[in-house]
């Protein structure tokens, strides 16, 4: 498929934005930096991240042994490194220093870290990331099989539906992939019309 060194750019851009956001949010730098400053990197890394599943899935056979591969690599990339952090966020709010930033004791918040449902702190991006590498298998079914366009879309909507009504319920936006699929999505298309 070919590295697009482009994305690299992309990528620390994004990381860029995300930083200089949460500096400014520890009034590090200025304010004006802050207060949802970050959200332009974070869904720019959710379009990359949809552009690159697009870019080294979507136009391969959707056979089991294409999805097996697929989930390992995913899981490689994120399960090991995330799941240790939450643990030892875990350790170290409860043994070693309760003040701690990522102070995480609740067994409710735990479990709902553990098992990609949401995520406290800046860690809230992984469960929206991993949600998506499981909607995507779907997409990636329905592509493969030569889904009209149309279909397509009404899946992609009805990924919408759920954060659309917790929204209303709620009063704000969870950190849910069906709220943030929109910018997933406009990577998948990209990635699907890239030549």
Do not use: C
Request: glycine share 8%; proline share 5%.
């Amino acid at each position: 498929m070919g590295y697009i060194h482009a994305l690299t750019g992309l990528r620390g851009a994004a990381a860029l934005i995300v930083f200089v956001s949460h500096s400014s949010n520890w009034q590090m730098l200025p304010g004006a930096f802050g207060n949802g400053f970050g959200q332009i990197g974070v869904m720019l890394f959710f379009i990359l991240s949809g552009f690159l599943m697009g870019h080294l899935y979507v136009k391969k056979d959707f056979t089991s042994e294409n999805v097996k591969l697929y989930l390992v690599s995913r899981v490689g990339r994120i399960f090991p490194l995330y799941l240790l952090l939450i643990l030892m966020s875990v350790l170290i709010s409860t043994t070693l220093y309760p003040s701690f930033h990522y102070y995480i004791t609740d067994l409710d918040i735990v479990l709902r870290a553990l098992f990609f449902i949401d995520a406290p702190f800046e860690f809230w991006t992984i469960p929206v990331e991993v949600q998506f590498y499981f909607a995507f298998i779907f997409f990636w079914l329905l592509y493969s099989r030569n889904a009209p366009i149309p279909v397509l879309i009404v899946f992609i909507a009805l990924t919408m539906i759920p954060g659309i009504a917790l929204f209303w319920k709620l009063g704000y936006v969870p950190s849910v992939f069906s709220s943030y699929a929109l910018p997933f999505f406009v990577g998948l298309g990209t990635a699907i019309n890239y030549s």
